[in-house]
Every structure is written in structure tokens, then in C-alpha cells.
């Protein structure tokens, strides 16, 4: 009788202990999936944000963005793909937003055309990249053995 009882007290641990495992995995991927909701929905309505400032500006301006804005989606192809994380995506979001901004400045506040408007807006969309790139380039620099490329 002993020996059943201590049997089942082994069998219970064990099938407490597989519960928690399996409700603490539950609850990371439901955390997961919540984070990268949460991460597409700002994004999102970061780039409706930037896509109204343009279109504050001029109609043409909001259509040369809305086109230009198209080429935003990352591919891993190779060991580079580090450079591809979510905080090289945010920078470039982000970048995109300042250049956004700078259509809008540009346009309104010094009536450039706005075709020259746009193109400082690329322009700086792409040197804010540029800044985000070489960030995540230096933060990521010791982890890079000398003979990779």
C-alpha cells in the first residue's frame, strides 16, 4: 500500500510539473503573439501618420511616397541578415517618418517644388537609415568573428 501511494504521489508531481511546463509555454507564445501584434499596429499607424503629413503637403508628394514606400519589406538572404533585426526595422520606419517630415517642412514652410521636396525627403529617409544601419553595425561588431563577412 506504501509502495502505491508513493507511486502516486510521483505520478502526481510529475503531472503537476508537465502542467506548468506546458501553461508557462502557453502564456510565452501568447505573449509573443501579442508583442508582434502590437509591433505591426504601431508600425501601421506610423505609416498612415506619415502618409497624412504627405498628403497635407500636396497630392503629388503623397503619391511619389505611397510608392516609393512599397520597397520597405526586409528579406534574410545571407549572414547580413543580423543587420535585419526589429530594431534595424523601427530605425527604418522611423527614418521614413523623418523623411515624411521633411516633404512636409520643406514644402510648406520654404515652398520648395515638390518634386525637390520629395527628393530631400528620400534623401533623408535614407541617411536616417544609413544612422540606423551603422548603429546596429556597431553594436553587433563583437560578435563577428575577423574572417566573416
Known amino acids: 500500500m506504501a509502495d502505491d501511494a508513493d507511486s502516486r504521489a510521483r505520478y502526481e508531481s510529475a503531472l503537476a510539473t508537465e502542467y506548468f511546463v506546458l501553461k508557462g509555454s502557453s502564456g510565452a507564445t501568447i505573449s509573443e503573439s501579442s508583442s508582434r501584434s502590437s509591433l505591426y499596429m504601431v508600425s501601421l499607424s506610423s505609416s498612415l501618420i506619415a502618409l497624412g503629413f504627405v498628403l497635407n503637403a500636396s497630392e503629388e508628394s503623397f503619391l511619389s511616397f505611397a510608392a516609393a514606400s512599397r520597397s ?3 528579406h534574410r538572404a545571407n549572414r547580413r541578415a543580423v543587420f535585419f533585426t526589429m530594431s534595424t526595422v523601427i530605425g527604418a520606419l522611423n ?3 523623418g523623411g515624411a517630415i521633411v516633404v512636409l517642412v520643406v514644402t510648406t514652410l ?3 517644388p515638390t ?3 520629395v527628393i530631400a525627403g528620400v534623401v533623408t529617409a535614407l541617411g536616417l537609415t544609413g544612422v540606423a544601419v ?3 553595425l556597431v553594436r553587433f561588431a563583437p560578435l ?3 574572417n566573416q563577412s
Open 144 to 146: 563577428f568573428l575577423p
Open 110 to 112: 520654404l515652398a520648395v
Open 72 to 74: 520597405l519589406g526586409l
Open 134 to 136: 551603422g548603429y546596429q
Open 115 to 117: 518634386s525637390a521636396a
Open 95 to 97: 527614418a521614413v517618418v
